[in-house]
């Protein structure tokens, strides 16, 4: 079995290119391999600023070959009464590219039909890798492409090796003008240039010795490790994240933590702010003490091995003491205005040119945020309509201006100087969150009603001007605000109406909607539906349990969560699949039908009789316990009548010829549907 090398070597990669790279590299020598009938034992990806590489192993020497049917004509058409082919079948022989004395005939559904035999497969697999290998490479996903030299191809950074080897030989291909060969290269200032493998095995063996470490799984352990480690020489802590862990293993090829210090006196600025200086610009981690609080200390990653480290250390500090010190002024000159003041000039700032100017949504968030606290928490609601006004102010300030991911963050800060309450200043960063899937939720009430107001108003003034994701496309993260919706929700517990809120927003946008109210309404309902659908199922909802209980309602959004949960747990039950299939039976025999008052006059059997006095009293049952949201103990207590149920149905026949009777007797199988339908509709569930 033959093992396949395949390296692509360029100039620096963004580090943010590289691990989708490597991902959609994998991926893709899979796919093609498979789809090549190419058998093979283990897939293995390598990445470094430098290069992109796979490794295949179990790989065979030749494609397997098979034998298949290939079909033509009826055998009427193909061949005359005395037996001579037609031109038909000299036709079809000739598209196959066999004699026409290889033509067979068999036996189908539709008649007899000739055919050929033709054997597919056979190729050397060096020269599949060959052909696929320049494609794949240059079908590898990048958000930015450029060209170099003649501009016949394009890549994320020009190339400067290939390396394509099966069993230890060259693949004799190229990518543009450059041709594949046995030779990568080292580490730029540490290592060889020019290095010669044969394979896997010594490829990362060799490129070790010329000091890259080429998996970058291995890379990222290394670099949290010594970074650790650093840290722990010098009496503190590191300050752990992953995402620059990972950025700085795929800045580096060969990473040699460091230790640094900046000034004390600018442990003044806001914690957020100096990770922001550290990790945003310069890839630094942070480091605290015991009691974890930042210190002025850092670690950075270098990716060179240097004599005196203090040369390079030395330059890291004085890059950082200017950013240091340009914080500084920024944060300094901005306490010199209050927010109302910044807030002031969002007036002249256009959010979104057919919604109007950022001043005109705060005010519209203001108006919701003080609606909502009168349904939360009426004692909130002078908070929540202060956080609300100051809650874009910041992105005036000289700081957000040059460290965006601040925003909320500085506006804490400037709220915390200027003396503003607590529940004020927590609230006006905690209208940002959640940014992003699994984020941190609003953890004070104020906080919470805030950044509802700001989705909602986000929401629904985007749906009022058509902007409407599409596929991929989400420009104001509809998707990612409508889940911080729900998740505040759910996470607070919140009793609210969805309709509600969305009529009591779209009354603060004035003329600028371009749809009716209901149209707007349904729409951004049934989006609500789909990201509700997606949440639950990605957490192991069954789809069906989930579909069932958004057909039976989802306007109070945190009920519907406790709803599919009781449904949820209710289909692991040994017996719900007989339940589902009574159930939902009754549910599509009543579909349609107009709901009315049980005439026991009209019973003609004591099945009828008993089901309905065993429905009464379940529904006189199940009341408080739907009251109390209590829902799984309502499911099995209404569960219980299947029996009755499953009788009934055998004994009465429910479309009778006396229109009364029907009619009646669908109304107390309407009655159980009800009581089911508060929490779920059985007609969606698969039985």
Same mark, same amino acid.
């Given at each position: 079995? #033959? ?145 170099? #030299? ?333 889940? %911080? ?106 579909? %349609? ?35 109390? %949201? ?58």
């Amino acid at each position: 079995m #033959g093992e396949l090398l395949f390296e692509i070597g360029v100039e620096e990669i963004p580090a943010g290119y590289i691990k989708p790279a490597e991902e959609a590299l994998d991926d893709n020598i899979y796919d093609e391999l498979n789809e090549l009938g190419l058998h093979f034992k283990n897939v293995t990806t390598y990445s470094t600023p430098r290069r992109l590489a796979v490794s295949v192993t179990g790989l065979p020497d030749r494609r397997p070959t098979k034998v298949t049917k290939k079909y033509g004509p009826p055998k009427k058409a193909a061949f005359t009464k005395d037996g001579e082919p037609t031109k038909a079948a000299i036709g079809f022989a000739s598209g196959m590219s066999v004699d026409v004395s290889a033509i067979k005939v068999e036996q189908t559904k539709k008649g007899e039909y000739i055919y050929v035999e033709v054997t597919e497969g056979g190729e050397e697999t060096a020269d599949l890798l060959v052909n696929i290998l320049p494609d794949l490479a240059l079908d590898l996903p990048f958000p930015k492409s450029m060209k170099w #030299g003649d501009g016949a191809i394009q890549f994320t950074r020009p190339i400067h090796w290939i390396v394509a080897l099966f069993d230890g030989k060259t693949l004799p291909l190229a990518i543009g003008d450059i041709e594949s060969s046995d030779v990568t290269r080292g580490h730029r200032f540490l290592g060889s240039q020019s290095i010669k493998v044969t394979g896997s095995g010594d490829y990362v063996s060799k490129l070790k010795e010329n000091f890259v470490i080429a998996d970058s799984d291995e890379r990222k352990a290394i670099v949290l490790e010594g970074t650790r480690a650093v840290a722990e020489k010098h009496g503190v802590r590191l300050l752990e994240d992953d995402e620059l862990i990972e950025t700085v293993s795929f800045l580096t090829e060969w990473p040699v933590p460091m230790y640094g210090s900046f000034e004390e006196e600018y442990l003044a600025l806001p914690d957020e702010l100096l990770i922001a200086s550290m990790k945003g610009h310069q890839k630094m981690f942070c480091v605290k003490n015991d009691d974890g609080k930042l210190t002025n200390g850092f670690v950075g990653v270098s990716n060179m091995i240097v004599n005196d480290k203090n040369v390079v250390v030395n330059g890291y500090k004085r890059v950082l003491k200017a950013r240091l010190a340009d914080a500084k002024f920024f944060f300094d000159e901005d306490r010199k205005h209050s927010l109302e003041h910044f807030a002031s000039k969002l007036d002249g700032v256009v959010y979104q040119k057919k919604l109007g100017t950022v001043g005109e949504k705060v005010s519209r968030i203001v108006k919701l945020a003080e609606y909502l606290a009168e349904k939360i928490d009426p004692e909130k609601k002078q908070y929540a309509s202060r956080a609300a006004a100051l809650c874009k102010a910041d992105l005036e300030t000289l700081m957000v201006y040059e460290f965006p991911e601040l925003q909320g963050i500085m506006g804490r800060e400037y709220s915390r100087h200027e003396g503003e309450p607590d529940e004020v200043c927590a609230a006006i960063y905690e209208s940002y969150l959640p940014r992003f899937a699994g984020d941190d939720l609003p953890t004070t009430e104020t906080g919470a009603i805030v950044s509802l107001a700001e989705k909602v108003d986000t929401i629904v003034g985007c749906f009022g001007v058509g902007l409407i994701p599409t596929g991929t496309q989400d420009p104001f993260a509809l998707r990612r605000q409508t889940l %911080g919706v729900i998740q505040i929700v759910f996470d607070k517990g919140y009793v609210l109406s969805l309709n509600e809120l969305l009529t009591a927003a779209i009354g603060s946008f004035g003329g600028k909607l371009e749809s009716s109210a209901a149209e707007l309404k349904t729409k951004i309902e049934e989006f609500f539906a789909g990201r509700l659908k997606n949440m639950w199922t990605s957490n192991g909802v069954p789809y069906d349990v989930a579909d069932s209980v958004l057909a039976a309602g989802f306007d109070d959004l945190a009920d519907a969560n406790k709803r599919v949960a009781a449904m949820a747990e209710l289909k692991k039950r040994e017996f719900f699949e007989p339940l589902a299939v009574t159930f939902k039976r009754v549910a599509n025999i009543t579909k %349609g039908h107009i709901q009315g008052a049980v005439d026991e006059a009209l019973f003609e059997k004591e099945t009828e009789r008993r089901l309905h006095d065993e429905v009464k009293k379940a529904a006189h049952e199940v009341a408080p316990k739907l009251a109390a %949201g209590d829902y799984l103990d309502s499911l099995e207590r209404v569960a219980a009548l299947r029996g009755m149920v499953d009788t009934f149905f055998d004994d009465v026949l429910v479309m009778a010829d006396d229109e009364a009777v029907k009619n009646n007797r669908l109304n107390l199988l309407s009655n159980i549907s009800m009581l089911f339908l508060k929490i779920a509709d059985f007609s969606k569930i698969v039985a």
